[in-house]
């Protein structure tokens, strides 16, 4: 038995256990995944959440918004989690102690090359700087950006986001409102890691009229996995990646940290899509 689970604000609509649950019927093992949500456990602490996980024959958690900040805090890093990324959402109990990693960060990567290739992201723009749009700052930083472009309605949050990246070595700039047409029509790559998008917050962040010069697009929604930012994208002749690829090989990602298997990850793309084929329209 593999025992797994999330913490997480408002997380009843996860699509985490499915996922888990999927990936170790494919290793043979017999995994439950349970949702921890601080909205409904009473007088919630993260400490003692997470304290409690451990000692009740958890393998390992995985944590969502809004506490992956505070987790960085408590755990030892893996080896491969850069020190200036400041959130976790995968936590491992050793006997040694607990050990994190953000797999948003690496899964982000994964999904970039496994839909552009070797293509360099070039100069991107990103809507977007809470822990999601950290993770996939870094993961441009990985994957060999020219240029990081950050843009938020918070700018105080985005110049920290900016702040970070500098310090981690990364050529990172904060985009103003006025500022913001321009770098549209002058990026190689959009990105939204914001909720607009989302089934409950429907739209696009983007003036779609400033497509067509662009090679790629990503949105960190993946319900629905179509979206209107997406769609446009598309239309204009610009190639996309969903939502759903970061969801999918964060978790593959997260599930190997915590089971120790290595997991095909075609197979397990056509097991989850045979298993649950709505999840190709969100």
Known sequence: MLKLGLIGKGISRSQSARLHVLLGRMCGMDVTYD???SEVIKDFDLIKQLTTCAQTGYAGVNVTHPYKTSARKLITPRKRLPEALGSVNTVVFREDGWRGDNTDFVGFMRGYRGTFG???????????AGGVGLATAFGLRGLGADKILIHDKDAARGEELVATMVAADANAVFVAEDDLSDAVRTADGLINCTPVGMNQYPGCPFDTDLFGGQKWAFDAVYTPVET????????????????????FFQGIEAFEVFSGADIDADAARDEYFNAYPEALTG
């Open 228 to 247: 209107a930012f997406l769609r446009a994208a598309a239309k204009s002749g610009i190639e996309v990646m969903t939502g759903f690829e970061l969801f």
């Open 35 to 37: 949702y921890l949500d």
């Open 118 to 128: 070797d293509a360099k992201p070039g100069t991107v723009l990103q809507m977007g």
